[in-house]
C-alpha cells in the first residue's frame, strides 16, 4: 500500500549535521543532568541531548535543558564592559583594564571611607564550583569584607541551617536511588513535575516497579499532589504543627525506633516535651488537615520499612523555614530513616550549582564547610592561601537579606552582584530599587546586559555563561559533574574566573596569593583542602568525573587508589552509627515550637498569596524568557484564582487583573482553575515587575530566607484591559 | 540493545567525532534502554486493528517491499522488523505530567521556529478544590487509517507510506493553502503564516528505520506517551482506548492512536483555552461528548473587526464572487438557450458588452483573492494535483474551466458567423457544465466532518441561493441600466430577475432556520459555533437576519409590482434589494467562516490558545521576541520561483506528471 500517489517520495527531515558533541552539565536546576551540546562542521552550536549514560537522567532532559544551546545565540548578552560614573547617565563602553582598575579604586576608596564591610558582595548559585572557590579566596583573602553572601538565602539557606542544626552539617544525606529502595515518601512543599520533572521521573520509574505511598503536603493542587496517594492539603505556613502533630503520634504510639534514638541522636525528651503539645485535634484547628488523616500517615510513614522525605521551597520560604527542615529531619531521626537505602531526608535544591556555593564559595565561613567561628580552620586556610589568619573575621557576617537592609540603613555603600537579580528576585521589589538607589558603587557581573539589576549599576562586567567555560557543579545529591567548554565567550565577555583571577592581582600585585590560571588548577587546590571533610573530593579530577558522568561525594583518594571505581550512585551520608558532624557523633532532635508571624489574610487583603516555579522558566527569565520554545508556553505573568472567587469579584478567565498588597501591586492575567482554594492565589516567581512587588518576605530567624509564599492580596478589577495590556506587555520587554 | 550502564572504559571520553558515513539516524553507544522501541519482536501484533483494517500493510511479495525511505539521500534500508506494520502513538492519560518535554523535544529534532510545534499539549479540568483534576493531552499525527489530509490536500503533497503507516507531508510541494488544517480533526498539519506552508509529525521514521523510539516518547517525563506497532499494549498498561475526554471521535479518521484513562474522572471537564466547549460523561455512558461552555456570557456583541478581517476574508470575497458571476452567466445562458443571441433583452448587444466584462472582472478579482490567500501563490498551479481525492482540487478545475470558458464565451459572442456563433454556444455550454461542477465542489470542500458547523445541508442552500440571488442582483445591477439607456423596457427582466432573488433568498433562509435548529439540537462544537454567532457576533447576527428579511420583502415587492416601476424606478428598487441582498451575503458568509470551531485537542492557557494569539497579535505583544505566536502574513508570489519551475521542468515531466494525476494505479498489498 502507498496511499497518495503512484510512486515514492523521497523524504527531508531536518538534520543538523551535528559532528561535535561536547560533555556539559545543565546549567538550570540542581538535578544535574548530563548534556551534550552539538556543533555543525562549522563550529556552531545547534543541538543539545541528554547524555544516555550519566546515571542521573538517562538520556532524558526536561524542556529548558533540551534548548539549553540556544543560550549562546540568544539576544541580550553582554559583549563588553561598561561604566558610567551616576547611574542616571548613559553607559559607555570600557577596556577591561580599565574597568577592573575602576572597580578595584572604588572598592578599596569605600572600604578606607567607611571600614572593610561596608562593600558587600553578593553571589549566585549558577556559576562554576571553581569560580566560586575563587570567588570565595578574592572576597575573605585579599578584599577581605564580611558581608559576603550568594542568593542561595533566597532558595536554600532553610535547608543549610537545618541540616547543620540536626547533623552538624550541611550536605543532603540522601540520593535519588532512595526512591528505589523507600516504602513510602513525604513529599513537603515539593512539586518534582513542574521544578524537577527529571527527578520526577526518576520516581516515577521507580515506582512504576514497585509501588508505594506518595503523600504530597502542598496546599495547592500541583501535579505531584494530584497524582499522590495522600495529598494533605495544609494551611499556608503551618507545616510545623502538622510535623509536630506526626511526632505527637508516632511517639504516643511507640512506633518511633527506640534503638537508633540511643545510639544516634540527642534530645528526645525535649522534643517529647514539645510535640506533647500538639495532639491531632489541636493541630487540626490550625494546620487544617483533620485528626485521622494525621494519625493514618504518622503510621504509614513510621511504619514503613523505610521512608524518606523531600522537599523543595514549600519548606524553606517560611518564617520558620529551619525549623521545618529540622521537623522532617526529627522525624527521619525519630523512625531510624537516616543513612540507610530508602530512608533519608532529601532537599531538593534549585540552582544548578546551589550545592557548589554552599561548600566552596567562603560566603557563610571558610571553604570545604569550614567556619569563620573555629580558630583552626582560619588557620588552616590562612596557612593553606598565604593569608595572614588574623585577616579573616572571626564571626559570619551578613545573610543576603541582611545586607539590603544595611544598604538602605547606610553601613554598606558598596556592592557587587554576581550572576544574581534582585529587582525582579528578591521580596518587596519596591523596597530593593529604593535600596540599590543609594549605593556609591554598583558592579553587576553577569552574561546578560539586558538583565533588570543593571539598571542600577554603575559598572557591568559581561561574564561568559554556562558551557562557554569549564569546571563542575555539584546537584542535589552531591554528585560532581562537569561542564565542558562547547564555544568561546560571547564578544569580549569572559568567564568568572578570569574576571575574579584579573581582579586579584588588582588588590594583591605582589602576588603573594596564588590564584590557579586554569579551573583544573583550582579543582587540585579544592581537592586537597577536601582531604578528610565531609565532602571528600580527593579522588576526583575533571577527567574521571567526566569518565563517570558524575561523582558523588565523599569519593576519597584511598578509593581510587584501591581501585574502586566511582560508584554509579547511591552515596549515601551518616551510614554508620553515630557517624554525625556534631562533637558527640549524635544528631540533635530539636524542639520547634510553632509560632505564628505570618501577614494573614483578613477584611482588606482576603487572599493567600503563592508563588512558585513553572517548568518552562528558570528563575528571573533572563534565559529562559528569550528561547521562543521555553518561553512561549507563558510569555506573560497570569495568576491562578479559584473561579468561585473570580466569580463573587466579578473576574473572568484570561483577564488582566490588578494584584494588591500592603507593598505595591502587580497586573496580571487571571486564570481560573480549581487548582487553588478560595482563599488563595498563585502567581508564578520569574517576571520582572510581578509577583514580588506584592510579597512581603519576613526573615526566618535561623536561616534568614524570606517567607516568599505567605503574604496577604486582594484583586481588583480593571476597566482598561488595552491599558493593562500594554503594562504587562511592557514590563516584559527587555 | 544497549543498555543504560555502560561500563566507564566504553564510555567515550571527552569530546566524541562522529567519523564514519552517517546512518539513517545515529545510535550512540550508550543509548539508554528506554530509547528502544519495546515491541520489535514482533511476537505481540494483532491481525487487525480496532476498525477491522489489517495492521500489515505490505506483504513481501509486493515491488515495493524492502525498498528504501530514502531520507535525506540516504539509501539505507531501515532494519526494523515491524517496518510494514502500521504504528501509533499510546497515550496513558493517567500520567502525563504537561511537563512540555515531548513537544520540546519534537522542535529541537525538527528545528521548528517557537510558532511552531507538531506536537502539542493542552489540558482539560475538573471538580473543585482540593478533589480537583487535570488531564493533560499530548497530541500529534495520528497517522490515520483514512488520513483526511490527504485526501484533501489539492497539491498532493500527502502519502501514507507502507513503512510504519506514516502519513507524511512534503512542504516542497505544498502551496499552502491550509485546506489540511481545516480537514483535522486533532489540529496536526501546521500552517506556518512566515513560510507560507504546511508541515507536521513526521513520526520521526529515521529514529524508527534504526529501531528508536519517536524523539518526543523518547523524552517523556511522566512515562504518559509511548509508541509501537497500535494495538500493542507496552508493559504495565492495561488498556488501548480510542478515546479520552478533549478527543474527537475516531469515527472520523480511524486515528492510529490508543490511550489509557483508568483514573475517576469527574464527570465535566472543561477547557481553559478560549473555546465555549467542555466536555460531559453522559449518566451510564463511557464516552465524553462535547457541549456548549457559555465563557462569554449572553451579551450580543458586535465585533465588526474581528468578523470583517479574519483570515478567511479571502474565502468571503472568493466564494460570494464566484457564485455571483456562476448565477449571472447562468441566467444568461437560460436566456441563450430559450432563444440564441439578441432573443431577449438579456442577450442584445449593449447589455452583454457591461455584464460580461464585468463577470470576468468580479471573478478575477475573487480568484486573484483567493490565490494571494495561499501561503505559496506562484504555485497555484498545483491545486489540480489530486483531482484524484481532493474536492479543493476539482473545485478549483471546475472554476478554472469556468473562467476559461466564460473568456471563451466573451470572445465569440461578438462575432456574427457561424463558427463563432457554434464556438460561442460550445463555450457557454462548458462554462456552464464546469462552473456547476465547480459550485458542487465548493460546497463539498466544507463538508467536513470535524467541523460540525459546516457540515450541514445549509452551506449547500447558502451557495446555491447566493448563486440564484446575487447572480441575479449582479445582472440587474448591470444589465437594467443599459437595457434603459437602449430605451427599451426593463420590466420584463425585472420580474424575472426579482423572481429568481426571490427564489435564492427563500433558499438561504430556509438553510439557515434549519441549521440553527440542528446546531442546537446536535450539542457538541456546532453549539458552541452557534452560542457564538448568537453572543460574541449576536449584532451582525441579528443584522443579517433583518437584512435577508428586507431583502426577501423588497424582493416580493418587486416581483409584485414590476409593471407599475417603470424607467428609473425600477433600477433604484433592483439597487435597494441589490443593497439588501449582497449585505446580508457578505455578513453571513463571513459568520460562516469566523464561527466555525473545530473538534481540535484542548489547547492550554497561552500556547494553542486561539483568545491568547488574538490578544497578542491585538496588544503588540506579538513584536516581543519569542512568544509563539506570529503576525499573519500575505503570500508572496514568487515570479522568479515560477520561472525557474518552468524553465527547469521538461516537457516529459510535465506529460508524466499529468498522467500521474489522470491515471491512477491500484498498487498491490
Redesign the interface.
Known amino acids: ?16 549535521k ?6 556539559a552539565t545543565c546549567g538550570y536546576c540542581s538535578t544535574g543532568c548530563a548534556i551534550e551540546v552539538g556543533k555543525n562542521s562549522e563550529g556552531k552550536v545547534v ?2 541531548r541528554g ?3 550519566a ?1 542521573v537522567n ?6 529548558k535543558g ?2 539549553e544551546h540556544e543560550l549562546f545565540e540568544a ?1 541580550g548578552r553582554g559583549d563588553t564592559p561598561l561604566l558610567r560614573s551616576h547611574i542616571r547617565q548613559d553607559f559607555q563602553p570600557a577596556q577591561w583594564d580599565t574597568a577592573l582598575d575602576h572597580m578595584a579604586s572604588e572598592i578599596k576608596r569605600i572600604q578606607q571611607a567607611y571600614g572593610r564591610d561596608a562593600f558587600a558582595v553578593v553571589s549566585t548559585g549558577q556559576i562554576l564550583t571553581e569560580e566560586f572557590y575563587t570567588l570565595g579566596k578574592l572576597t575573605r583573602g585579599l578584599i577581605g569584607t564580611n558581608n559576603y553572601d550568594g542568593n542561595t538565602t533566597l532558595c536554600m539557606a532553610s535547608a543549610v541551617s537545618g541540616y547543620k542544626r540536626s547533623f552538624g552539617s550541611d550536605g543532603p544525606p540522601g540520593c535519588y536511588g532512595d526512591f528505589e529502595h523507600t516504602h513510602c515518601l513525604l513529599a513537603w512543599g515539593s512539586n518534582l ?2 521544578q524537577h ?2 527527578i ?2 526518576r520516581l ?2 521507580a515506582m ?1 516497579k514497585r509501588k508505594f505511598p506518595l503523600i504530597v503536603v502542598d496546599p495547592r ?1 500541583t ?1 505531584l ?3 499522590a496517594d495522600i ?1 494533605l ?1 495544609v494551611r499556608p505556613g503551618t507545616d510545623l504543627v502538622l510535623q509536630n502533630a506526626l511526632m505527637h503520634v508516632i511517639l504516643e504510639e511507640g512506633l518511633e525506633d527506640k534503638d537508633y534514638i540511643e545510639a544516634n541522636t540527642s534530645g528526645i525528651e525535649e522534643l517529647r516535651a514539645e510535640v506533647a503539645k500538639w495532639d491531632p485535634t489541636t493541630a487540626y484547628k490550625v494546620c487544617g488537615i483533620d485528626e485521622d488523616t494525621i494519625r493514618n500517615v504518622a503510621r504509614l510513614y513510621a511504619k514503613a520499612p523505610s521512608a524518606m522525605h523531600i522537599w523543595t521551597m514549600g519548606i524553606n520560604q517560611s518564617t520558620h523555614g529551619s525549623d521545618g527542615v529540622v521537623g522532617i529531619n526529627n522525624l527521619s531521626l525519630l523512625t531510624g530513616n537516616i543513612g540507610k537505602p530508602g530512608g533519608t531526608a532529601l532537599s531538593i535544591t534549585g540552582q544548578c550549582n546551589a550545592m557548589g556555593t554552599r561548600e566552596w564559595s567562603s560566603c557563610s565561613g571558610l571553604p570545604g564547610y569550614r567556619a569563620l567561628e573555629n580558630p583552626d580552620h582560619r588557620e588552616e586556610i590562612g596557612k593553606f592561601w598565604n593569608v595572614d589568619p588574623g585577616f579573616f573575621p572571626t564571626k559570619r557576617g551578613l545573610f543576603q537579606t541582611d545586607i539590603f537592609p544595611a544598604i538602605e540603613t547606610g553601613q554598606i555603600k558598596g556592592m557587587w552582584l554576581v550572576a544574581t537579580n534582585p529587582i525582579t528576585s528578591m521580596p518587596n521589589t519596591a523596597r530593593i530599587r529604593k535600596t540599590l538607589e543609594k549605593l556609591e558603587f554598583l558592579v553587576v557581573q553577569d552574561a546578560y546586559v539586558d538583565m533588570e539589576t543593571t539598571q542600577y549599576a554603575h559598572l557591568y562586567l559581561p561574564a561568559a555563561v554556562w558551557a562557554e567555560k569549564e569546571g563542575t557543579f555539584t546537584n542535589t545529591e552531591r554528585r560532581v559533574n562537569m561542564v ?1 567548554k562547547v564555544t568561546a565567550p560571547r564578544g569580549d565577555s569572559k568567564s568568572d574566573l578570569d574576571i575574579f583571577n584579573l581582579l586579584a592581582k588588582r588588590f594583591d600585585p605582589g602576588q603573594k596569593v596564588q590564584f590557579p590560571e586554569t579551573p583544573a588548577g583550582v579543582f587540585d587546590e579544592m581537592r586537597e583542602l577536601s582531604r578528610g571533610r565531609a565532602m571528600d573530593i580527593s579522588g576526583m579530577d575533571h ?1 574521571l568525573i ?4 558524575g561523582i558523588q561525594w565523599p569519593y576519597t583518594e584511598s578509593q581510587r587508589n584501591s581501585d574502586d ?1 566511582p560508584p ?1 550512585g547511591g552515596v549515601r551520608l551518616y551510614t554508620q552509627p553515630g557517624s554525625f558532624h556534631h562533637p558527640d557523633g549524635r544528631a540533635k532532635l530539636i524542639a520547634l515550637p510553632f509560632i505564628d508571624n505570618n501577614e494573614r489574610p483578613d477584611e482588606q487583603y482576603p487572599f493567600w498569596l503563592n508563588s512558585g516555579r513553572l ?2 522558566h528558570f528563575h528571573t527569565r533572563t534565559r529562559t ?12 505573568p ?1 495568576m491562578e484564582i ?1 473561579p468561585d472567587a473570580a466569580a463573587t469579584l466579578g473576574i473572568r ?2 483577564e488582566y487583573v490588578r494584584c494588591v498588597s500592603r507593598r505595591g501591586d502587580a497586573i496580571v492575567m487571571a ?1 481560573l ?6 482563599d488563595m492565589v498563585f502567581i508564578p516567581f520569574h517576571f520582572f515587575d510581578c509577583v514580588n512587588r506584592l510579597t512581603l518576605g519576613l526573615l526566618d530567624p535561623h536561616s534568614r530566607q524570606p517567607a516568599f509564599k505567605q503574604s496577604a492580596v486582594r484583586i481588583e478589577t480593571i476597566v482598561d484591559q ?1 491599558g493593562a ?2 503594562i504587562s ?1 511592557e514590563r ?3 | 540493545m ?1 543498555s ?3 561500563p ?1 572504559d566504553d ?1 567515550i ?6 567519523q564514519a558515513e552517517p546512518e539513517i539516524f545515529e545510535v ?5 534502554e ?2 528502544f522501541l519495546w515491541d520489535s519482536d514482533g511476537a505481540k501484533t494483532q491481525e487487525n486493528n480496532c476498525y477491522g483494517s489489517p495492521i500489515t ?2 506483504d513481501d511479495s509486493s515491488a ?1 517491499y524492502g ?1 528504501s ?5 540516504r539509501e539505507a534500508v531501515g532494519s526494523n522488523p515491524n517496518r510494514y506494520k502500521q504504528h501509533g502513538f499510546y497515550f496513558n492519560a493517567d ?1 502525563c ?5 515531548c ?3 519534537c ?9 511552531i510545534a507538531f506536537r502539542s499539549v493542552g489540558y482539560v ?1 475538573g ?4 478533589d ?3 488531564i493533560n493531552i499530548s497530541m500529534a499525527c495520528n497517522h490515520c487509517d483514512d ?1 483526511v489530509c ?1 485526501k484533501g490536500c489539492p497539491t ?1 503533497a ?5 513503512e510504519y503507516g506514516a502519513v ?1 507531508q ?1 512542504p ?1 510541494i505544498c502551496f499552502g493553502c491550509g485546506y489540511c488544517t481545516w480537514v483535522c480533526p486533532y489540529n496536526a498539519p501546521q500552517l506556518d503564516p512566515v513560510k507560507g506552508q504546511v508541515t507536521k509529525c ?1 513520526m ?3 529514529r524508527l528505520e534504526v529501531g528508536l523510539k519517536p524523539a518526543c516518547v ?2 517523556c ?3 504518559a506517551l509511548d509508541f509501537g506497532v497500535v494495538e500493542n499494549i507496552p508493559e ?1 498498561r492495561i488498556e488501548a482506548k480510542t478515546g479520552i475526554p478533549g478527543f474527537p471521535s475516531a469515527d472520523i479518521t480511524h486515528p492510529n492512536i490508543r490511550f489509557q484513562q483508568t483514573r475517576s474522572t469527574h464527570t465535566q471537564m472543561t477547557r ?1 483555552d ?1 473555546m465555549p466547549v467542555k466536555y460531559r460523561k453522559p449518566a451510564g455512558g463511557e464516552h465524553f461528548v462535547p457541549e456548549v461552555d457559555e ?1 462569554i456570557g449572553r451579551k450580543k456583541q458586535w465585533n465588526w473587526r474581528k468578523l470583517l478581517t479574519s483570515h478567511e476574508s479571502a474565502h468571503v470575497i472568493f466564494t460570494l464572487s464566484a457564485q455571483a458571476v456562476l448565477g449571472a452567466f447562468m441566467l444568461l445562458g437560460v436566456s441563450l438557450l430559450a432563444g440564441g443571441i439578441g432573443s431577449t433583452v438579456l442577450t442584445q448587444t449593449a447589455p452583454l458588452a457591461v455584464t460580461l466584462p464585468a463577470c470576468i472582472g468580479l471573478l478575477s478579482f475573487g480568484l486573484f483573492k483567493l490565490n494571494m490567500h495561499l501561503g505559496k501563490p506562484h504555485r497555484f498551479y498545483r491545486g489540480f494535483n489530486n483531482l484524484r481525492w481532493s474536492p479543493l482540487s476539482r473545485e478549483i478545475a471546475g472554476i478554472s474551466g469556468f473562467f476559461t470558458f466564460l473568456l471563451g464565451f466573451t470572445l465569440f459572442v461578438f462575432f456574427d458567423n457561424s463558427l463563432a456563433r457554434f464556438a460561442s454556444i460550445a463555450c457557454a455550454v462548458l462554462a456552464a457544465l464546469s462552473g456547476l461542477v465547480g459550485l458542487y465542489y465548493m460546497y463539498r470542500i466544507y463538508r467536513i466532518k470535524a467541523r460540525p458547523f459546516w457540515d450541514h445541508w445549509q452551506t449547500a442552500t447558502a451557495f446555491a441561493g447566493n448563486t440564484l440571488s446575487l447572480g441575479a442582483c449582479f445582472t440587474g445591477l448591470l444589465a437594467l441600466p443599459a437595457i434603459l439607456a437602449t430605451g427599451a423596457s426593463i420590466q420584463p427582466l425585472l420580474t424575472a430577475l426579482s423572481s429568481v432573488t426571490l427564489a435564492g433568498l427563500l433558499v438561504e433562509a430556509l438553510g439557515h432556520i434549519c441549521h440553527g435548529k440542528a446546531m442546537k439540537r446536535q450539542g457538541g462544537e456546532g453549539a458552541s459555533s452557534w452560542y457564538l454567532q448568537t453572543t460574541r457576533f449576536g449584532y451582525p447576527w441579528v443584522l443579517r437576519n433583518a437584512l435577508l428579511a428586507l431583502a426577501i420583502v423588497t424582493a416580493l415587492a418587486i416581483t409584485i409590482s414590476a409593471p407599475a416601476l417603470t424607467g428609473w424606478q425600477g433600477v433604484l428598487a433592483w439597487g435597494a434589494l441589490s443593497a439588501f441582498a449582497i449585505a446580508a451575503a457578505g455578513i453571513s458568509r463571513s459568520l460562516f467562516f469566523v464561527l466555525v470551531i473545530p473538534t481540535t485537542m484542548p489547547g ?4 494553542k490558545n486561539q ?2 494569539v488574538e ?2 497579535r491585538d ?3 506579538v513584536d ?6 506570529v503576525r499573519e502574513h500575505a503570500g508572496q508570489f514568487k515570479m522568479d520561483e515560477l520561472l525557474e519551475t518552468i524553465k527547469n521542468t521538461s516537457l516529459k515531466e510535465v506529460v508524466a506528471h499529468i498522467k ?1 494525476i489522470v ?3 491500484k ?1 498491490p ?1
Open positions: 500500500m502507498l496511499f497518495g500517489r503512484n510512486r515514492k517520495n523521497p523524504i527531508a527531515i531536518a538534520d543538523k551535528v559532528v561535535d558533541w561536547t560533555y543541538a543539545s547524555v544516555g549514560g546515571d538517562r538520556g532524558k532532559l526536561c524542556l533540551m534548548y539576544t513535575p513542574e520533572p527529571i520526577y521521573w516515577k520509574e512504576e493542587v501535579m499532589a494530584q497524582f495529598h492539603p565542558r577527567d567526566e569518565q563517570a558522568r571505581p554509579v517548568v518552562e524568557g528569550k528561547v521562543g520554545n521555553n518561553n512561549k508556553f507563558s510569555p506573560i497570569f479559584n478567565h484570561q486564570m482553575t480549581q487548582r487553588v482554594p478560595r488595552i495590556a500594554r506587555r516584559r520587554t527587555y | 544497549a543504560s550502564h555502560v566507564i564510555r571520553i571527552a569530546s566524541s567525532k562522529i550512540r553507544r550508550d543509548e539508554p528506554h530509547a500493510l505490505l515495493l525498498d525511505l530514502r531520507i535525506n539521500g500520567n505530567i504537561g511537563c512540555h518535554a513537544e520540546t523535544a522542535s529541537e529534532k525538527n528545528d521548528n521556529p517557537s510558532h479540568e471538580g473543585t478544590y482540593p480537583y483534576h487535570r488520513p490527504l498532493r500527502y502519502t501514507k507510506f507502507p507524511l512534503d516542497d513526521n520521526c521514521v529515521d523518547s523524552a517525563l511522566g512515562n504495565n481553559t478560549g465563557k492550554a492557557f497561552f500556547w483568545d491568547f490578544h497578542a496588544s503588540g505583544l516581543l521576541e519569542p512568544v509563539g505566536v500521474d491515471v491512477w494505479k498498487l498489498r
